[in-house]
């Protein structure tokens, strides 16, 4: 499945995936709300609580209709990029066993308020939380040299965030349009 494929298709309730499907690409399904049916075939994918996970279950590819409180499970250590984008998620638990984060994987979870990024977390990908635009708080535990490119770009709410002294570099538009940090 491409990159994009199914972006924005908020009455998409229901897909079918075959067996020959052997990779869906990041942001497959963005802002896909009413993704209610997900259904696999094969052994490539599985599906928990309507969120597709790889077979061994160390990658959550996409969640599209997490929503309310979401714990993500301790055999996760990928959080594909677009997982939760456009999702109506407002708190999430990322265990300890997770290490990456990629890009836009919380992009535009306009409900989320606060979260904490683990110290096992190496890696974090452009656009990570942007457009959170209820995010009030964020504690960055990892152990990352980075803050990558508008990793909370537009984030209007945004009034605290703790840095780790790890971080050596603050890249471009991070903090572009965080009008309530002061």
Same mark, same amino acid.
């Given at each position: 499945?491409?990159?994009?494929?199914?972006?924005?298709?908020?009455?998409?309730?229901?897909?079918?995936?075959?067996?020959?499907?052997?990779?869906?690409q990041?942001?497959?399904?963005?802002?896909?709300?009413?993704?209610?049916?997900?259904?696999?075939?094969?052994?490539?994918?599985?599906?928990?609580?309507n969120?597709?996970y790889?077979?061994?279950?160390?990658?959550?590819v996409?969640?599209?209709?997490?929503?309310?409180?979401?714990?993500?499970?301790e055999?996760?250590?990928?959080?594909?990029?677009?997982?939760?984008?456009?999702?109506?998620?407002?708190?999430i638990t990322?265990?300890?066993?997770v290490?990456?984060?990629?890009?836009?994987? =919380? !992009?535009?979870? $306009?409900?989320?308020? #606060?979260i904490? %990024? *683990?110290? /096992? &977390?190496? +890696? @974090?990908?452009?656009?990570?939380?942007?457009?959170?635009?209820?995010?009030?708080?964020?504690?960055?535990?990892?152990?990352?040299?980075?803050?990558?490119?508008?990793? =909370? !770009?537009?984030? $209007?709410?945004?009034? #605290?965030?703790? %840095? *780790?002294? /790890? &971080?050596? +570099? @603050?890249?471009?538009?991070?903090?572009d349009?965080?009008?309530?940090?002061?």
């Amino acid at each position: 499945i491409p990159e994009w494929a199914f972006c924005w298709c908020r009455n998409l309730k229901s897909i079918t995936i075959p067996a020959s499907v052997e990779r869906i690409q990041d942001c497959a399904f963005i802002n896909c709300q009413s993704l209610t049916d997900i259904r696999i075939s094969g052994n490539n994918f599985i599906v928990k609580d309507n969120a597709i996970y790889t077979a061994d279950e160390t990658t959550l590819v996409a969640y599209p209709t997490a929503s309310g409180s979401v714990e993500i499970p301790e055999t996760v250590k990928t959080i594909r990029a677009g997982a939760f984008a456009g999702s109506l998620v407002e708190s999430i638990t990322i265990p300890a066993t997770v290490t990456a984060i990629e890009s836009e994987a =919380f !992009s535009q979870c $306009e409900l989320l308020y #606060s979260i904490s %990024i *683990p110290e /096992t &977390v190496t +890696s @974090i990908g452009n656009y990570a939380f942007d457009n959170c635009r209820n995010l009030q708080t964020v504690e960055i535990l990892a152990k990352v040299s980075v803050l990558p490119q508008n990793m =909370f !770009s537009w984030c $209007e709410k945004l009034t #605290s965030v703790t %840095i *780790p002294a /790890t &971080v050596t +570099s @603050i890249e471009w538009g991070v903090f572009d349009g965080c009008s309530s940090l002061s």
